[in-house]
């Protein structure tokens, strides 16, 4: 199992990202997908969680309006749109699946909101 971030970067305050994570190493289209986040001396927040066929979506209440997490079953690819973002954000976000009872992580991508 394979997932690999990307997407993250510097934006100002009210600005917009979007993430990516590419999967592979197992059958994509049977897994719900998961976005984290943490920050430094913090635990780590589940933010969104999307099912397997992309039918079923829910958010932490912290991103909710603000984020959209959606999947290419084509293309093995989850993605987080982060729109009006806030400085409170800033963190490390990485992609999670469950799989036969263990947690995958990818290495994350660093979004830092600042003016």
């Known amino acids: 199992v394979q997932l690999v971030e990307s997407g993250g970067g510097l934006v100002q305050p009210g600005g917009s990202l979007r993430l990516s994570c590419a999967a592979s190493?197992?059958?994509?289209?049977?897994?719900?997908m998961m976005w984290y986040r943490q920050t430094p001396g913090k635990e780590r927040e589940l933010v969104a969680r999307?099912?397997?066929?992309?039918?079923?979506?829910t958010y932490a209440d912290s991103v909710k309006g603000r984020f959209t997490i959606s999947r290419d079953n084509a293309k093995n690819t989850v993605y987080l749109q982060m729109n009006n973002l806030k400085p409170e954000d800033t963190a490390v976000y990485s992609c999670?699946?469950?799989?036969?009872?263990?947690?995958?992580w990818g290495k994350g991508t660093l979004v830092t909101v600042s003016s």
């Open positions: 190493g197992f059958t994509f289209s049977m897994y719900a």
């Open positions: 999670n699946l469950y799989r036969t009872g263990m947690p995958y």
């Open positions: 999307i099912s397997s066929t992309g039918g079923s979506t």
